[in-house]
């Protein structure tokens, strides 16, 4: 599976936006770029994903390069809530089925 | 709606204990994912079923470890006999249509095991 890159930890100040990177150098035409998150003590989050497209939810954006080799997760207002470990995950079909990857993670810490 | 439930929450036994942790997924979802989550490792896949049948169960350390979906709404993950080395927070997610490779995956809250 194609692997990603991410700094182990950010930090931010509330009410600002956050840029978070992941590098996906050996990322293949058919792999989806998948981003989630763990709170303290919780389960792993959805956040967002894409394909090639930029996009945006609820929670966050997601912009991909145009030549999908790197992406950004984008929290356009950090508030202390979401202080967590943010994952960059890419999924392949193999056999039909994908399964998500867990790296390490950026840990991203939000003050007031 | 409900989300993916787990139980028990925190489980602390004595080695050598058979160990059940417990799944419910959520309604209508056709895949069933249990990972392990350690300090050193990280979050580990260990099994994955699609409806019902176990696809892929190489993540699984040992023989000391089972799993089980009778049916669409319940999963088991088995150890016995549980080892200190087994402590961990285990989680089960469930998805619909993740074989498309852009499904999200919905996770529980976590079984945390302490084996002593």
């Known amino acids: 599976d194609a692997k990603t890159t991410q700094p182990n930890s950010m930090e931010s100040n509330e009410e600002e936006p956050v840029h978070l990177p992941c590098n996906h150098s050996?990322?293949?035409?058919?792999?989806?770029i998948h981003w989630y998150r763990q709170l303290p003590s919780q389960g792993p989050e959805y956040v967002i994903h894409?394909?090639?497209s930029n996009v945006n939810n609820r929670m966050a954006s997601l912009a991909i390069a145009e030549d999908r080799k790197s992406s950004t997760l984008i929290l356009h207002r950090a508030t202390l809530r979401d202080a967590a470990v943010y994952y960059c995950i890419l999924t392949r079909m193999n056999s039909g089925y994908s399964t998500l990857t867990f790296g390490k993670g950026t840990m991203l810490l939000v003050s007031p | 709606d409900a989300g993916v439930i787990q139980s028990p929450r925190h489980e602390v036994t004595e080695m050598g204990q058979e160990v059940t942790l417990r799944c419910k997924p959520i309604s209508g979802h056709n895949s069933l994912f249990w990972y392990r989550q350690t300090m050193m490792r990280g979050l580990e896949l260990l099994i994955y079923?699609?409806?019902?049948?176990?696809?892929?169960d190489s993540g699984m350390p040992e023989d000391r470890f089972s799993a089980k979906m009778p049916n669409a709404s319940f999963s088991t993950l088995k150890i016995q006999p549980s080892e200190p080395r087994d402590s961990a927070v285990y989680f089960c997610?469930?998805?619909?249509?993740?074989?498309?490779?852009?499904?999200?995956?919905?996770f529980g809250d976590g079984t945390r095991l302490s084996i002593l």
């Open positions: 079923f699609n409806n019902n049948v176990p696809i892929d």
């Open positions: 997610a469930s998805s619909f249509g993740f074989e498309k490779s852009n499904q999200p995956q919905h």
């Open positions: 050996t990322i293949s035409g058919t792999d989806y």
């Open positions: 894409g394909l090639t």
